[in-house]
């Protein structure tokens, strides 16, 4: 059986003799044929890599120049390695390369050991050379630049002579100390891991942290519940509270109580414990039955939904919203949509890692293209939603040397036991997508940026995020690869509030977030603008704002603190459904 919508959106004009011909069994045919390719192929399209492939090629043949300059750069590298080559053999020699900042495959002491020193300068020299070969490229524009240049690091990380056990010191080494136990242990962990993937089950030590139990554990009720959200209320621990109370809308791609882990961390129990009323949306799980739900569902049945249902439990007050990640842009949306009817029911607005500007996305651009996203719809078409482990291969290839790599050489190779958080196990507890709402968002969102330009339809109207005027708190992450700071930093060029406060924080996409003060080594930078002032580029913020020791959380209740009312007596939690997690939280 076809989808309708997504065999006839190809072809507008479709005529009867298209329908007479078999269209639509051909389009069939096209669709359970790439769906299955896609399963196996993890939803990237080959037509895309040898279309990438063939104009690289083909723009490196036609500039000779540019040829020439890597054959001299060949042989300098060459030179260069070969003129070290002596001086390796002794030791504490100088290396003539050094890894990236954040490449810590070869910290290790033994790598400056001869032959090692040189195996690893070799690599690193290599690296370089193609990094030179995949850019800067006359003709090439700067996507195929950025996606062919990722694909060659990709696979030169692959044989990476870390991840070779013969050429890895440290794997030797610890071989000859334990006789060969940790290849032991190594090829057990594997097996382990091979049964828990083929049951379906959760990766070793997650099961320790439980949503209820050891995590998600600020008390509260479900006080709303339907088909796509539960509505959580947490239970106020102070005697008086401020009059507004704060809505998290996390993003549907993750399990909401990233904002409540582990009692020392939970966001949510800080506000509470500093005189909040905070809510909380726990998306629904979907299944294959949710394949229709859209980008719309997601804003009426949620955002909505649930700010409905706050302003009916107090119904004088104005509410401070919070979104996380694309929660964060689902957010925005409703926000210049009520902006728009004359709905003036927010208080202010947070974003964490959000984006609202997506022409410069990050890695993440690297999958969207025409070509990867039709690829990826039919493999949603096929199954009615994106599953969760297809999506956290995307964002494990983004991150390849530590999540894939570096683990495997620790893991299988070194034999040492893997390690468990709590951060690291909500990661592991995956969410599905439906089929429309994703393909919407991949199409409207990243591929044609309709947001930022003013073209994103609700209710056949444009809206625009101009519109919003309530105060601005933004949150960026320095190694943030889902939404890269400077393009969350773009909000100063849609919004046209009051004050956009932003802060830069240390840490990735969500390691940066759960920032809790007395968290060692964090710390972020943050300033004010406001509508009178001239924009600052993002670089030259960054130089302009001095680094800041510890948590920005601190600051964040500060701000809520200036744009809240005087202190009021508690108003307890009346009705509700069942106790905080809930039900959604569970499903899997």
């Not at 504490?92 to 002491?109: A, E, M, T, V, Y």
């Not at 524009?141 to 694909?151: G, M, T």
């Not at 990709?154 to 870390?162: N, V």
């Not at 034999?415 to 429309?436: C, F, I, Q, V």
Request: glycine fraction near 6%; aromatic fraction near 10%.
């Amino acid at each position: 059986m076809t989808d309708k919508k997504l065999t006839t959106n190809r072809v507008p004009n479709l005529s009867k003799q298209d329908v007479e011909t078999g269209y639509f069994s051909v389009t069939a045919l096209d669709n359970v044929f790439k769906a299955n390719m896609a399963k196996l192929t993890g939803g990237i399209s080959p037509a895309g890599l040898l279309s990438l492939y063939f104009t690289w090629v083909s723009h490196l043949a036609l500039s000779p120049g540019k040829q020439a300059s890597l054959a001299e750069k060949m042989c300098r590298k060459a030179f260069r390695l070969s003129k070290s080559s002596p001086s390796m053999m002794q030791k504490d020699s100088l290396p003539c390369i050094d890894p990236l900042p954040q490449d810590k495959r070869f910290s290790d002491p033994s790598w400056q050991q001869w032959p090692y020193n040189y195996i690893y300068q070799n690599f690193l020299l290599t690296q370089q050379w193609w990094h030179n070969a995949t850019t800067d490229i006359d003709g090439l524009s700067k996507a195929d630049e950025r996606s062919i240049s990722f694909i060659a690091r990709q696979m030169l990380d692959r044989y990476s002579p870390s991840n070779i056990p013969l050429l890895n010191p440290e794997v030797i080494q610890k071989t000859k100390n334990e006789g060969g136990a940790n290849l032991i242990s190594g090829f057990k962990n594997y097996l382990e891991d091979m049964d828990r993937h083929l049951a379906g089950e959760l990766p070793a030590g997650a099961s320790h942290y439980v949503p209820g139990e050891s995590v998600a554990i600020t008390e509260g009720k479900v006080v709303f519940r339907n088909h796509l959200i539960e509505l959580i209320q947490y239970t106020p621990v102070t005697d008086k509270v401020y009059p507004e109370p704060i809505l998290f809308v996390p993003a549907w791609i993750m399990k909401y109580y990233i904002l409540d882990l582990s009692a020392h961390n939970s966001m949510v129990k800080y506000l509470v414990e500093n005189g909040h009323t905070v809510f909380m949306i726990s998306w629904l799980n979907p299944t294959t039955q949710d394949r229709d739900l859209d980008m719309e569902s997601y804003r009426e049945e949620g955002v909505m939904a649930a700010i409905d249902e706050v302003s009916t439990i107090f119904p004088q007050q104005k509410i401070h919203a919070a979104g996380y990640c694309l929660g964060g842009t689902l957010l925005s949306i409703a926000a210049a949509t009520m902006a728009r009817e004359g709905d003036n029911r927010l208080k202010s607005m947070t974003h964490f890692a959000t984006q609202v500007d997506f022409s410069e996305a990050g890695e993440l651009m690297i999958f969207t293209n025409e070509s990867e996203v039709s690829y990826l719809e039919k493999m949603m078409w096929d199954q009615g939603v994106l599953d969760g482990s297809q999506m956290a291969g995307a964002f494990q290839i983004l991150h390849s040397n530590d999540l894939i790599w570096s683990r495997m050489v620790h893991h299988y190779l070194l034999g040492e036991p893997e390690s468990m958080n709590d951060l690291m196990a909500w990661n592991t507890d995956l969410t599905r997508m439906p089929y429309k709402m994703h393909s919407q968002y991949l199409r409207k969102l990243f591929l044609n940026n309709e947001l930022a330009s003013g073209q994103y339809l609700v209710k056949n109207k444009p809206i625009a995020i101009r519109d919003i005027h309530v105060p601005i708190f933004s949150v960026g992450t320095e190694k943030d690869h889902v939404a890269p700071w400077r393009s969350v930093y773009k909000l100063h060029l849609q919004s046209d509030s009051e004050a956009v406060t932003f802060v830069l924080t240390s840490g990735g996409h969500n390691a940066g977030i759960v920032s809790e003060p007395g968290h060692k080594h964090r710390h972020y930078r943050i300033s004010t603008e406001y509508d009178s002032d001239c924009y600052t580029d993002p670089d030259s913020w960054m130089v302009e704002n001095e680094i800041r020791e510890g948590s920005w959380w601190p600051q964040w209740k500060e701000w809520l603190k200036e744009h809240s009312g005087e202190l009021v007596k508690v108003q307890p939690i009346g009705k509700s459904i069942c106790d905080a997690p809930g039900v959604y939280i569970h499903q899997k």
